[in-house]
Every structure is written in C-alpha cells, then in structure tokens.
Nanobody, 125 residues
Framework: QVQLVESGGGLVQAGGSLRLSCAAS????????MGWFRQAPGKEREFVAG????????YYAESVKVRFTISRDNVKNMVYLQMNSLKPEDTAVYYC??????????????????WGQGTQVTVSS
C-alpha cells in the first residue's frame, strides 16, 4: 500500500492562502484515487476534495468549492491542496488519503486504504 506524508500546514490570517502537500511512496501511486479530509476539534472528520487516479476528475465539498483546488503530479508522487480565501472555520487537521479505486474520491469509504498523519491548519480571524 502507498504511504502518505502531509506537509504545508501552519497559521494564517483569514483571507490568506496555504498549499498543502502530500508525498506518497510506492510505484503504483498513479493507480490510486486521492482525497483530502479534515477534522476540527470536537467534530467528525469530513471530506474536503478528491481527485481521480490520472487527475482528470475532481470533486469538492460545497464549503470549499471555488476556494480550494486539488491537484496531483503522478511523476513526483504528490498531491496538493491549494487553499485560498481561508476562513476561521477552515481550521482543522488536514489529512490526505488514498483510495484503492481509480475513481475520484467523494467521501469517506472503506475503499480508502491509506491515511497520512495529518497537518494542522489554523486560520485566525
């Protein structure tokens, strides 16, 4: 299975931007659909954005649509989440996850076989 490591989190003011990165190990990275999820204190983990294995299809939660962009580089084994116009309610630990399916990730499912350790994003008002 692919192993994932997130980076790029930090503290940013409302309205600012951050780009999260997820580095994947393994030679079969291009066969996994990938997703970003987040978990705020006291809340359940929620889906943020997903991308298909070859990157042609993406899907976003309504709360981040237009503001966030997911992308991937299958040569570098990387997935990115560009976050613009950040709001305090975006504060959470962000996780990337790999799906054993090549389809775009749209939600939390048993097909998600690998998770990273998470990176903290804090948006101050």
């Amino acid at each position: 299975q692919v192993q994932l490591v997130e980076s790029g989190g930090g503290l940013v003011q409302a309205g600012g931007s951050l780009r999260l990165s997820c580095a994947a190990s393994g030679r079969t990275f291009s066969s996994y659909g990938m997703g970003w999820f987040r978990q705020a204190p006291g809340k359940e983990r929620e889906f943020v954005a997903g991308i298909s294995a070859v990157g042609f299809s993406t899907y976003y939660a309504e709360s981040v649509k237009v503001r966030f962009t997911i992308s991937r580089d299958n040569v570098k084994n990387m997935v990115y989440l560009q976050m613009n116009s950040l709001k305090p309610e975006d504060t959470a630990v962000y996780y990337c996850a790999a799906s054993k399916l090549r389809l775009v990730v749209r939600t939390t499912t048993p097909d998600l076989v690998s998770w990273g350790q998470g990176t903290q994003v804090t948006v101050s008002s």
